[in-house]
């Protein structure tokens, strides 16, 4: 399995962000609210590594709760990759 490292992850993060005319932030405490990532924008970014590795993601809501900032996203997906 190819795993993405967490700059690449960022990299994809970015992507989505700017498809809606918006910017991924430096600072990896920036709060998702804040710039408007949602839920669908996370579906996206998950689908994106899904395609990039090659494999599933295995994830559920309560994991994803504890998700609020950049760091979290990030911190987030490179875990479950090594699951």
């Known amino acids: 399995m190819k795993e993405l ?3 690449q992850i960022r990299d994809l993060m970015a992507q989505v ?3 809606q005319g918006k910017a991924l932030p430096d600072d ?3 709060d998702l609210r804040e ?3 949602r839920s669908l924008d996370f579906s996206e970014l998950a689908l994106r590594v899904e395609d ?3 494999e599933e993601l295995n994830f ?3 994991g994803l709760r504890r ?3 950049v760091g979290d996203v990030l911190d987030f997906l ?3 990759q090594k699951q």
Request: proline share 4%; hydrophobic share 45%.
């Open 5 to 7: 490292s967490r700059a």
């Open 17 to 19: 962000l700017k498809n």
């Open 28 to 30: 990896d405490a920036a």
């Open 35 to 37: 710039i408007g990532f």
């Open 52 to 54: 990039e590795t090659g």
């Open 60 to 62: 559920d809501a309560p």
């Open 67 to 69: 998700i609020a900032t």
């Open 78 to 80: 490179v875990e479950l």
